[in-house]
């Protein structure tokens, strides 16, 4: 395979403090050696070794590719007149999910893998290179096992969320329903997925039938993520804790107990925005999290009923406006932040040995991310050493 450099870059984001200023690891007037699909070296550009090809970045900025830690883009339909609706005075609660279960299991497979490749697609051209996603919009065994096996056509991380919302036909039996989630169900989708998730909220499951499905899902070598404390208060934060979970997911609403529970774990808090911003509702506070030394992530929450965004550079942007995070600490959550969610260290940095993700910004800074909101500043997406088609 060949080697690049990307020379003159006006400002580097290394998320590696050994190697720059700060917690970004900031290099000035640098450069970045890939060799095949790993960042080869990094350093001053006047000191880059020699490579096959070389790419200008004539003075902007360069920082690793987002990791959007947390989506569901395995589903079919549309929900157009909710959000019209919800924007109109109607609130959001979990049931419009099933709206979208009934439009998934009617879609065939050629359909979903065309929907899930048309959004990972539209993520990259926004500086998206590592992407989680979930199934949930089945909620039969066929139907979640059918979700995870296109999910993993296309995605790098794949997450069993059985547990999305109680499926129609179990309605008036939630009990029978968790018993199938974490038995024929989990058997379907054991083999196609690395991680187990719930929405642990009211009008999904509560913690002991969360409790079930997460410890039945590690039972079977599934990684916990949750659902956690989206709508209100309740036990999603201190169950992810308790139960090693790679990260719980929301955290709008928290109780000091669950601050601390956070900032004494390796459960990263992922935040998403594109969630309050699409329901109105309250944004979680980052400031507070960090402060009390947890560590956070942004990503998406791409979905077609409440966070309809796949732009990574969008929640950055919010995220300062609105969540009281610096630009620092929103890059980085947007990037390494994600790759510790997903408990990656190849991923969301740019260091020697780490796998060659760069986005080049049409600007001098990655501050720009959230000084100019909207403007569609990637210009150029390396992932895994090769220049993508944007």
Request: glycine letters at 10%; a negative charge.
């Given at each position: 395979?060949?080697?690049?450099?990307?020379?003159?870059?006006?400002?580097?984001?290394?998320?590696?403090?050994?190697?720059?200023?700060?917690?970004?690891?900031?290099?000035?007037?640098?450069?970045?050696?890939?060799?095949?699909?790993?960042?080869?070296?990094?350093?001053?550009?006047?000191?880059?070794?020699?490579?096959?090809?070389?790419?200008?970045?004539?003075?902007?900025?360069?920082?690793?590719?987002?990791?959007d830690?947390?989506?569901?883009?395995?589903?079919?339909?549309?929900?157009t007149?909710?959000?019209?609706?919800?924007?109109?005075?109607?609130?959001?609660?979990?049931?419009?999910?099933?709206?979208?279960?009934a439009?998934?299991?009617?879609?065939?497979?050629?359909?979903?893998?065309a929907?899930?490749?048309?959004?990972?697609?539209?993520?990259?051209?926004?500086?998206?290179?590592?992407?989680?996603?979930?199934?949930?919009?089945g909620?039969?065994?066929?139907?979640?096992?059918?979700?995870?096996?296109?999910?993993?056509?296309?995605?790098?991380?794949?997450?069993?969320?059985?547990?999305?919302?109680?499926?129609?036909?179990?309605?008036d039996?939630?009990?029978?329903?968790?018993?199938?989630?974490?038995?024929?169900?989990?058997?379907?989708?054991?083999?196609?997925?690395?991680?187990?998730?719930?929405?642990?909220?009211?009008?999904?499951?509560?913690?002991?039938?969360?409790?079930?499905?997460?410890?039945?899902?590690?039972?079977?070598?599934?990684?916990?993520?949750?659902?956690?404390?989206?709508?209100?208060?309740?036990?999603?934060?201190?169950?992810?804790?308790?139960?090693?979970?790679?990260?719980?997911d929301?955290?709008?609403?928290?109780?000091?107990?669950?601050?601390?529970?956070?900032?004494?774990?390796?459960?990263?808090?992922?935040?998403?925005?594109?969630?309050?911003?699409?329901?109105?509702?309250?944004y979680?506070?980052?400031?507070?999290?960090?402060?009390?030394?947890?560590?956070?992530?942004?990503?998406?929450?791409?979905?077609?009923?409440?966070?309809?965004?796949?732009?990574?550079?969008?929640?950055?942007?919010?995220?300062?406006?609105?969540?009281?995070?610096?630009?620092?600490?929103?890059?980085?959550?947007?990037?390494?932040?994600?790759?510790?969610?997903?408990?990656?260290?190849?991923?969301?940095?740019?260091?020697?040995?780490?796998?060659?993700?760069?986005?080049?910004?049409?600007?001098?800074?990655?501050?720009?991310?959230?000084?100019?909101?909207?403007?569609?500043?990637?210009?150029?997406?390396?992932?895994?050493?090769?220049?993508?088609?944007i």
């Amino acid at each position: 395979m060949s080697s690049s450099v990307i020379t003159n870059i006006g400002s580097l984001v290394t998320n590696d403090p050994a190697l720059g200023e700060g917690p970004l690891g900031l290099l000035e007037d640098a450069a970045l050696v890939i060799d095949g699909e790993h960042v080869a070296w990094v350093g001053p550009g006047a000191g880059a070794p020699a490579a096959d090809e070389s790419y200008d970045a004539a003075g902007r900025a360069v920082l690793p590719g987002f990791v959007d830690s947390h989506s569901h883009l395995v589903f079919a339909g549309d929900r157009t007149r909710e959000f019209n609706a919800r924007m109109s005075g109607r609130a959001y609660t979990a049931g419009g999910i099933r709206t979208t279960v009934a439009a998934t299991r009617a879609a065939s497979d050629e359909e979903l893998h065309a929907n899930v490749a048309r959004y990972v697609a539209e993520a990259l051209r926004q500086g998206t290179t590592t992407i989680e996603t979930k199934s949930g919009y089945g909620l039969t065994p066929h139907d979640e096992a059918r979700a995870l096996r296109i999910a993993g056509a296309h995605a790098d991380e794949v997450t069993f969320l059985g547990a999305h919302i109680v499926a129609p036909e179990y309605a008036d039996d939630p009990a029978g329903y968790v018993d199938l989630v974490t038995g024929p169900m989990l058997d379907a989708c054991v083999p196609y997925a690395r991680w187990v998730d719930v929405f642990c909220e009211r009008g999904a499951f509560d913690g002991d039938q969360a409790r079930a499905v997460l410890t039945a899902g590690a039972a079977r070598g599934l990684v916990p993520r949750v659902h956690a404390n989206q709508l209100g208060h309740g036990p999603g934060v201190q169950l992810a804790v308790e139960l090693d979970a790679a990260s719980a997911d929301h955290c709008t609403h928290l109780t000091d107990a669950d601050v601390d529970a956070l900032a004494n774990s390796r459960t990263v808090a992922t935040l998403l925005p594109g969630a309050e911003f699409s329901t109105r509702a309250v944004y979680p506070d980052a400031r507070r999290l960090i402060d009390a030394g947890a560590t956070v992530a942004l990503s998406t929450d791409c979905n077609p009923g409440s966070s309809f965004t796949s732009s990574m550079p969008f929640c950055v942007a919010v995220a300062v406006r609105d969540m009281r995070m610096t630009p620092d600490e929103a890059v980085r959550a947007a990037t390494l932040g994600g790759a510790l969610a997903l408990r990656r260290d190849d991923v969301g940095r740019l260091a020697p040995g780490a796998r060659a993700d760069a986005v080049v910004l049409d600007a001098p800074s990655h501050v720009h991310l959230a000084y100019r909101p909207g403007v569609p500043l990637v210009s150029a997406v390396w992932r895994r050493g090769v220049r993508a088609s944007i």
